[in-house]
């Protein structure tokens, strides 16, 4: 037999706590890509037309070049620039500035998709901008977001093992190794590969549900 | 600046042109791919949807660089070893195609149950409906997914280099070690992939146009 089972649960508790490092760059990288997103996307709509083309541009570059050269490039330049951050910070960095200009786009869409009414109700009340963005829009265009969003989330975690690529013991990397010192990569491997397919199933499920969710409540 | 250019030019190009490669080879294997298993999964023939299901759940569900390294690494243990170029084009096909599958089920599904109840009354056969009314319908609605998808898997081709093939990635990580140059290297690989995408993505929306313009003459 191929598969040796001893040998794939004794390597399944460091897989394990690989799989925590994953679960934090994940998270992490999801709350800055969500923040940033939102920053991005109210860029684009600002009023001085140099900042909103500026704004539709670097997200354009970011979504089209690749996330490894990305990673590559912020784990060789900040520390050129004093910036000492650890690997996983910097994955968790990157990852999350990617994302944001996904998010931003979701944003877009969001915000797009409220009646123009509303700005112009807003307005007749007299409203402030800020409080015409808080009160108003933001509540109405980000529901409708969410499945969206959590779409990106289980997008982001599927990225997460890039970060083997600056040597971040995320599960990747962790089998790697495991495999390269005992010569045996199928079980480290398959059981990296598992353990995505298991969590992405569950999450996939869980957007669904809340599609569903919104639906009915539109 | 010229000086720069004319040092590590020539090797980014000769890397682009593995990235092209793997690009276009990956896309052709992820196009038979998505449509087999698009088509597969709406099958009402058993032993054709569970495959396909299947075949997406695990490639959509699983990350696609674990799918690379599975391959390079764990394959060879059943005794399958293939080059880095060839795992790169099967990967990047299986990964983008099973995302794709998706894509021309769900514009099958919209297109109206009426043109398939009217090519029953015209007594076409299924398979007939199918290629005839149906497909034709469906298509652009297929390609703008279609184009993002192409720009991702353009974006993967970058994961081969950890597989030790010397794409454009790659060729740039070695110019680096060489020569230190980090900011303006960097810079420039990305400059590259970013017009590629481009140009991806212009190719993409004259096939879209030209579609939906054969498809006016034809209405």
């Known amino acids: 037999m191929i598969w040796d089972w001893q040998y794939a649960l004794g390597v399944l508790p460091s897989m394990l706590r690989a799989f925590v490092v994953t679960l934090e760059a994940t998270l992490a990288g999801f709350v800055l890509a969500v923040l940033v997103g939102l920053l991005w996307a109210t860029l684009r709509m600002a009023p001085v037309r140099v900042v909103a083309r500026g ?27 004093g910036v000492a951050l650890s690997p996983l910070m910097i994955g968790i960095l990157a990852l999350g500035l990617h994302y944001s200009c996904y998010t931003a786009e979701v944003y877009r869409a969001g915000i797009e998709a409220v009646p123009a009414g509303q700005w ?50 995320e599960m990747l990397q962790t089998a790697k190794l495991i495999g390269a010192e005992s010569f045996r990569y199928l079980e480290p491997l398959t059981i990296t590969g598992a353990v995505f397919l298991f969590v992405s199933l569950i999450a996939s499920y869980a957007v669904r549900r809340l599609e569903v969710r919104h639906a009915i409540r539109r | 600046m010229i000086e720069f250019l004319q040092m590590h ?41 569970w495959p396909a299901n299947v075949y997406v759940e695990v490639f959509r569900g699983t990350s696609a660089m674990v799918q690379l390294f599975w391959f390079y690494f764990a394959l060879p243990f059943f005794g399958v070893s293939l080059p880095a170029l060839l795992t790169g084009v099967i990967v990047l096909g299986l990964n983008s195609g099973a995302y794709g599958a998706e894509v021309v089920r769900s514009a099958i599904d919209h297109v109206p149950r009426g043109q398939w109840e009217a090519g029953r009354a015209l007594n076409m056969s299924e398979a007939r409906i199918m290629f005839r009314v149906v497909l034709p319908q469906a298509l652009p609605m297929m390609l703008p997914p279609a184009g993002n998808l192409l720009i991702e ?20 990580q070695v110019q680096r070690a060489a020569t230190l140059e980090t900011v303006p290297l960097f810079a420039l690989t990305l400059l590259i992939y970013f017009l590629l995408a481009q140009v991806l993505l212009t190719g993409m929306r004259h096939l879209e146009r030209s579609v939906t313009r054969h498809r006016g003459q034809r209405a």
């Open chain 2, 9 to 49: 030019l020539p090797p980014l190009v000769a890397g682009l042109r593995v990235t092209l490669q793997l690009t276009v080879g990956g896309a052709i294997c992820a196009l038979v791919l998505a449509v087999l298993a698009g088509l597969g999964r709406r099958s009402r023939r058993r032993w054709l949807r």
């Open chain 2, 153 to 172: 898997l353009m974006k993967n081709t970058a994961l081969v280099s950890l597989i030790t093939l010397s794409e454009l990635t790659f060729t740039a």
């Open chain 1, 120 to 169: 112009e109700a807003a307005r007749a009340l007299n409203l402030s901008p800020a409080s015409t963005w808080l009160r108003i829009i933001l509540p109405q265009a980000l529901p409708p977001t969410f499945p969206m969003l959590g779409n990106y989330l289980i997008a982001m975690f599927k990225d997460t093992p890039l970060l083997a690529a600056i040597t971040v013991m």
């Open chain 1, 55 to 81: 704004a539709f541009w670097i997200v354009e570059f970011v979504r089209s070049t690749p996330l490894l050269i990305q990673l590559y490039f912020l784990y060789y330049v900040l520390p050129e620039y």
